[in-house]
Every structure is written in C-alpha cells, then in structure tokens.
C-alpha cells in the first residue's frame, strides 16, 4: 500500500504528465468542436432550407407519402403531406446530429481529466515500480552514526559510529562483516568525505576538529588531528582537484585549508558574513561558487575575484546543492526545494519551479544534498523520506521512506548504490540503483 508521500509522488509525475500532454490533448478536442460545429451548422442550414423554394423532397420518401394517402381527401392531403415530409427530414437530420453528438462525447469522456489522471497514475505506478530502489543488504549497528562515505571506487565505506569511525568493506552491495574501528576522536563523529586517492580521507566531530586519515599499511590507519574551531564542526568538502579543504561549524564562519603532504592542513581563507551558526555549505562542479546557508536565514553566494551575494529568506535552509549552474535549496521547515537559476551572472529564485515535498518540518541539517552528474542522479533528504531526483528536478523513483528523521546516507561514486543509517533501526541498510 503507497504511503502519503508515494501518493503525494504519484500525483506530482501525474502534473508533469498532464503538463507535458496538455497541447496534444487541447488540439484533439479543438478538433472534435471543429467537427461538431461542422454538423451543427449543416443542420441549421437543412432546416432553413425547408422553408425556401430550394428545398427538394427525396423522391422515395416523397412516393411513400403519396401512396401513404391515397385515400385521403385532396383538402387533408394538401396541408398534411408536405409536413409529413418536413417532419421526416427534420428527424433524420436530427438523428445525424445525435449521432454525432453521443460520438464528439465519447471523445471527450476518453481525455476526460479523471481518465486522463488515472490513467497517468497506474501508468506511473507501474514506471515507480520498476524504478524502485530495491535494499539489497543490512547490518545492525547500534552507535549513532551521523554521516557515512563511499571510496573513490566503492570498496569501502566508512561510517560514524558515535566517536570512531567504522570501515567496511563493500564489495557488489554487500557489506562485509569484519569492519575496521578506528579511533582519536573525543565526541560524535559528524562528517566524512573521502579524497580521490583512496589512501585517506577527512572527518568532522563535535570535538571541534577535523582529522585527516591515511592507510599506513592493510589494517592501519594513522590520523593528524586539527583544532579549527570553538565549537563542533558540522560539514567538510574537498574542491574538485582534492587540495582544498572547506570546512564550518556552529561557529558563523567558513574555513578553507590547503590539503598537502597528504596530511597536512594550512589555513588560507576565513569567510565570514554570517551571523549565527552556518547549517549548510555547498560548491559547484568548477569549485569557483561556494553557497552557504545558516540560522540568521541568509543565503550567500561566494564568488571567486567577485561580489558576493546575499540573499534573506523567510525559512532556514537546511541542505542545497548544484545541478551545473542551477542551485537547489531545502527549507528546513516548508519542505520546499526552490531552484535558484543563474541569470547575468546573478542567482534568481524561480517560484515557478518551486517543489513541495512534504510540510513536515526536518529535523537534523546532516544528509547533505548528493548530486551525480556522471547518473543524472540527485538525491535529497526530507523529514524521513529520500527523494531521487533527475537533473530536471522529476521524481524518478518512489521515495525511500526511513523509520525516522535521524536518517544519513552517502552515495557511491558509480551512482549505483545508496547507504543510509537511521535511529530507529540502528542499521546500516544498501540501496540499489535499478537503472544500473
């Protein structure tokens, strides 16, 4: 049985649909009016002709009548023959009319919007169906674990678990049981990202440090950890050529590293125009936008060698990403995912692009946005339901629905498996892309 949101789903990719059809739809009926407007105007014009000298009677129907009254007297026979033969003419035409009156209506009972939403659904449904990401693979794990992260080449995936961090090894969406602990955090590990050399990757805590992991040898990982804040870091990224390192926190700045040596850390950049506490920080694809969003609900762009601009908006927004030059943001409470495009080198909302998910209100800022272009694949996170989306922003799976807000995942890099831990369940659950 579809939930709220599956419906709520249905009846989005059924708006698509009708919005897609809507033309073809409107030149079939103008078609059909054309017809009938035809058939009326030829009746019109045959009854008129009744009264005119150039009406001419059917010979048979004319011989039917005279036989028909033979016997009649000649004064009867005047008045009632040539009404008997309007009248008849006057009901086949009108049959001819009705005739074609019932076929113009069945016409349109076929493009009737009930028929045409029902049938777009069950056409949908069957489309969701085969598109649904099927779980392929669970394990308990019972630490909480606020972000997870694949390897360039998805044979690992790491997971937070409270203040270490798991390693698995992943192979054909499998995750196998003996996983790495590996530990020097001093709280909850909040944020993972891997660089493209498989040999480290960079974690977040709310010890207030980033730590920078490489593989010493099969089953061993050494860390340099790095104070870079007051308060417990929230996000990390890495630029697109894997040496710069942007990282925030509950504090109202953005930090920029240079990653070197692998695992060393220098501080060259502090962004700060925020008020209160940054929530979420997204790059584009070229790593010369940088977008971050906080708690003082403003929304600024940071541009390479240009001015940077600052929007305020009425909600928080809790995730975004970029889809090339689009910029897609979530507001924390509406549930809305509002595209920004770029217009003369300005981000413009576009309301009439605008998405409502749902109207809960989200809970936590820690499943980011993931975008992959390579897949066309964008994944989103609301409330408890991960939405798929294609670069088009059109649904093209049934959401996956979690037990619980307190939900965070990572996609591999292929696009082909979707990793997500929740509360409730306290299991590390893998997701597979039907399309690949």
């Not at 949908?124 to 360039?152: H, I, P, S, Y």
């Not at 971050?292 to 390479?304: A, E, M, R, T, V």
């Not at 649904?395 to 498996?417: F, V, W």
Request: proline content about 1%; glycine content about 2%; overall charge neutral.
């Amino acid at each position: 049985m579809m939930s709220i949101q599956q419906d709520q789903w249905s009846c989005y990719k059924c708006q698509n649909l009708m919005l897609d059809n809507y033309q073809q739809a409107r030149e079939q009926i103008d078609q059909e009016i054309k017809q009938l407007l035809k058939v009326i105007q030829n009746f019109i014009a045959s009854i008129l002709q009744i009264s005119t000298s150039d009406f001419k009677v059917d010979d048979q129907a004319y011989n039917f009548i005279v036989n028909k009254q033979a016997g009649k007297k000649d004064f009867y026979y005047k008045y009632c023959l040539y009404f008997e033969i309007c009248q008849n003419y006057i009901n086949r035409e009108t049959k001819q009319l009705i005739e074609s009156l019932n076929k113009f209506l069945i016409e349109v009972q076929k493009i009737h919007p009930h028929n045409f939403i029902q049938e777009n659904v069950n056409q949908e449904e069957k489309k969701a169906q085969k598109n649904n990401w099927q779980m392929v693979d669970k394990k308990d794990q019972q630490e909480l674990c606020c972000c997870l992260a694949f390897n360039n080449n998805s044979t690992f995936l790491i997971a937070g678990a409270q203040s270490s961090i798991k390693l698995w090894k992943f192979a054909q969406g499998q995750l196998i049981e003996e996983s790495l602990i590996l530990y020097g955090h001093e709280k909850p590990v909040t944020c993972l990202v891997f660089h493209k050399n498989q040999d480290f990757f960079i974690s977040g805590s709310e010890d207030c440090t980033l730590r920078v992991w490489r593989k010493q040898w099969v089953q061993n990982w050494i860390s340099k950890s790095y104070k870079i804040s007051q308060q417990e870091v929230l996000g990390v990224l890495l630029d697109e050529q894997s040496n710069q390192v942007i990282s925030w926190s509950k504090e109202n700045i953005i930090k920029i590293y240079l990653l070197f040596n692998k695992d060393e850390l220098k501080q060259i950049q502090i962004l700060i125009k925020h008020k209160s506490n940054i929530d979420c920080v997204c790059m584009d694809q070229t790593s010369k936008i940088l977008c971050s969003s906080g708690s003082d609900k403003q929304l600024i762009i940071w541009k390479k060698n240009q001015q940077t601009e600052c929007k305020t908006k009425n909600d928080n927004i809790c995730r975004m990403t970029f889809l090339n030059e689009t910029l897609v943001c979530v507001y924390w409470t509406e549930g809305i995912v509002q595209p920004f495009q770029l217009k003369d080198d300005k981000y413009v909302e576009k309301l009439e692009l605008y998405i409502n998910l749902n109207s809960q209100c989200d809970g936590e800022i820690l499943f980011p946005c993931i975008y992959n272009k390579q897949q066309n694949i964008l994944i989103m996170k609301h409330y408890k339901y991960i939405y798929i989306f294609n670069s088009n922003l059109v649904q093209c799976s049934i959401p996956i629905e979690c037990q619980d807000y307190y939900c965070y995942g990572a996609l591999s890099n292929d696009a082909k498996y979707l990793a997500i831990w929740d509360d409730s369940s306290k299991m590390i659950r893998i997701y597979q892309n039907p399309q690949l």
